[in-house]
Every structure is written in structure tokens, then in C-alpha cells.
């Protein structure tokens, strides 16, 4: 595994993640300051120090009796009341956010996340991969990792599964791991920056866009585009057409107009698939000197439901070799209230 180029904050998220040992260091000093209530500062320390270690979380308050002089059964008070108000607190946390929902939660395809890892692993712990180094680090426990991450721009992803088969060293929660790497029965998970995850995908999908064989354009269209408006972009598209360009075209519903699902309205869908087919026969018939006035009286025929498509005669033939070719069928999208189709230049 390698770093990479990581984001700021990508790294400066996962170094607060993995501070456990600072949070501790400096909660004991706290309580070291302090002579009188002994009991509630170890309670106010431990509550701090959990939000850092991973459970069970008594040994922390053991470890602290001997430095502070607090007697066994003080300790194991606080040690209580801490898991205690701790297991709630996760419990609120999760119950925000069950398990199996989101982009990657359990009963999806896609990589493992956040709740989903637990899940998937049946662990309560993960190991978690440095963005800058590529070392690992943790273990850590992963509700506390998600309770304490801005879930609104990171998530953790798992990027190897557990392997218990395989463990040969025991993991004993609070001591020191001096191996991470050994703890196989642990997955290991990476932080992901979600705009940089985006931007990634972005880049990608533009580079292999322009590497293809021939570049692509996309015509932004909608159910009510007037005559005047499709002949000429339609027109200015098929010249983009004859030089090689795939050409996209989008037909949505327009801005604030009444969204349509595909099926309620008979006549409705006639009269788009009529519209649809209007797109093609201008997109993929060579342009005539009355291709402006042909394509208004389409149009026109179309939005009083007669016209290609509709079982009348049309008066004007086709031509009979077409210069592009619709690719594929129509994908409709959003119920039906939008659809895309593409074409291509016929190369002979």
C-alpha cells in the first residue's frame, strides 16, 4: 500500500483519529492537578480518555488508581458510571445511522463502509491506513471512529477483509500493539475525502472520455423546446455529426414544469416518443434548403398530435440514406420524464 497524493485534510483528520496517547497524557494531567474530588475528576478523565481508546475501557481507570492514590472500589465506581454513559451515548450515535444504510451499507454492491465494515467482518475493531505514509495504525474501534467523524465529508473504507483464519497474535484492547500489521483479524480501512474521491472520479471519467476514438458532445433539450429552437440546435449538431462527434441529447422537463412518469398518459407518451422521433430524422437526414421550415412544420404537427409518428401521411419522403444512426435504444430516466439518446456518424 502507498500514500499517494492525499489531501490536507484527509491527513489531518486521521492524525486527530489516531491521537489516543496524547488524549491520555493529557486527562491524567488533569486529574494530577487536583486533590479534593479525586472521584469525579477520574470520572471526567476516563470519560475524556474513552472518546480516544477502544473498549473495554476499565483498565484505563486501573492504570490511573495508582498514580492518584483513588482506592479500588472509587475507581471501579467511575469505571461503571464511564461505560456506562459511554455505551449510551454509542448507542444514540448508531441509532442515527443503522447499519446497512448509505452508499455502501450491507445488501449493496460497491466497496465496504462505515457501519458496513463491522458488519462485513463481524469485528468491532478496524485498522486504519496512514493517507500520507501508508502505514497502519489503530487498532481502533469503529463506532468510536464514526462518532467522532464528520460523517458530512469523510467515510472510512475497508480496503483488505479480516482474516481470523490466519491471526497468530492476540489483541488485548488498551495495550500497546507493537506489530499492527500482524493483527490479521482486524480489516483494514482507508479515510476517504469525499470531494477528493469525487474529483478523482471525474478526472478519470474525462480521461477516458478523451481517449476514446472520437469525442462526444451533449445537446441540452426539453419536452417543450419550440420549433425554432430544435431546428437550429439539431442543425448546428449534425454538423458536429458529419466532423466525427458523438452527439448526447438530453430531453428533460424544464425548470419548475411538472415532473411526468412514463405510462400515466397515453397520448402524453405518443407524443413524446413523436418528439423523439423528430430528433432522429433531424439529426440523421441530411440537411435540405428547407430544413428550417420542414423541421417547424414537424414540430408544429407534433405538438398538435399528427406528424411523424402518428399514423398520418407525411407528405415529405426521407431521404433514403441517412448520414448518422441513432445508437442503441432510448434511456429513459427519472420515471420517464427524461431521456437520453445518442448518435453517430454512418462512416462509409
Not at 217 to 241: C, F, M, R, Y
Amino acid at each position: 500500500m502507498t500514500g499517494g497524493s492525499v489531501s490536507g485534510a484527509a491527513r489531518l483528520v486521521f492524525r486527530r483519529l489516531a491521537s489516543g496517547s496524547g488524549a491520555v497524557a493529557g486527562a491524567a494531567n488533569n486529574v494530577e492537578t487536583r486533590v479534593g474530588g479525586r472521584a469525579a475528576l477520574l470520572w471526567a478523565a476516563t470519560t475524556s480518555v474513552n472518546m480516544y481508546l477502544p473498549r473495554p475501557r476499565s483498565a484505563v481507570v486501573l492504570l490511573s488508581t495508582r498514580s492518584f492514590g483513588v482506592s479500588s472500589r472509587t475507581a471501579w465506581r467511575a469505571s461503571s458510571s464511564c461505560l456506562a454513559s459511554s455505551s449510551s451515548s454509542s448507542a444514540s450515535t448508531s441509532a442515527g445511522a443503522p447499519p446497512g444504510v448509505g452508499p455502501a451499507g450491507a445488501g449493496t454492491k460497491g466497496p465496504i463502509r462505515d457501519e458496513a465494515i463491522a458488519e462485513a467482518s463481524e469485528s468491532e475493531f478496524v485498522r486504519l491506513v496512514d493517507p500520507k505514509t501508508g502505514s497502519l495504525a489503530g487498532p481502533f474501534n469503529i463506532k468510536d471512529i464514526l462518532a467522532r467523524l464528520d460523517r458530512a465529508k469523510f467515510w472510512i473504507q475497508q480496503v483488505a477483509p479480516a482474516q481470523p483464519a490466519r491471526a497468530q497474535v492476540q489483541y488485548v484492547p488498551g495495550q500497546a500493539v507493537e506489530d499492527v500489521a500482524s493483527l490479521v483479524q482486524f480489516p483494514i480501512a482507508k479515510l476517504i475525502d469525499k470531494k477528493e474521491e469525487f474529483d478523482k472520479l471525474r478526472a478519470a471519467k474525462r480521461k477516458a472520455s478523451s481517449g476514446s476514438a472520437g469525442t462526444s458532445k451533449e445537446v441540452q433539450l426539453t419536452w417543450s423546446t419550440s420549433p425554432n429552437d430544435l431546428g437550429h440546435k439539431l442543425s448546428k449538431a449534425q454538423k458536429e455529426i458529419l466532423r466525427g462527434t458523438r452527439i448526447n441529447v438530453v430531453v428533460t422537463t424544464k425548470a419548475g414544469g411538472r415532473k411526468y412518469i412514463r405510462g400515466l398518459d397515453p397520448k402524453e407518451d405518443e407524443r413524446r416518443l413523436a418528439f423523439l422521433r423528430d430528433i432522429e430524422a433531424l439529426l440523421c437526414y441530411p440537411l435540405s434548403p428547407n430544413s428550417s421550415s420542414s423541421s417547424n412544420s414537424s414540430s408544429s404537427s407534433r405538438e398538435t398530435g399528427t406528424g411523424m409518428g402518428m399514423g398520418t401521411e407525411n407528405t415529405t419522403a426521407p431521404p433514403a440514406e441517412p448520414v448518422a444512426r441513432q445508437l442503441g435504444e432510448v434511456d429513459w430516466q427519472r420515471g420517464g420524464s427524461a431521456a437520453v439518446v445518442s448518435f453517430e456518424l454512418i462512416r462509409k
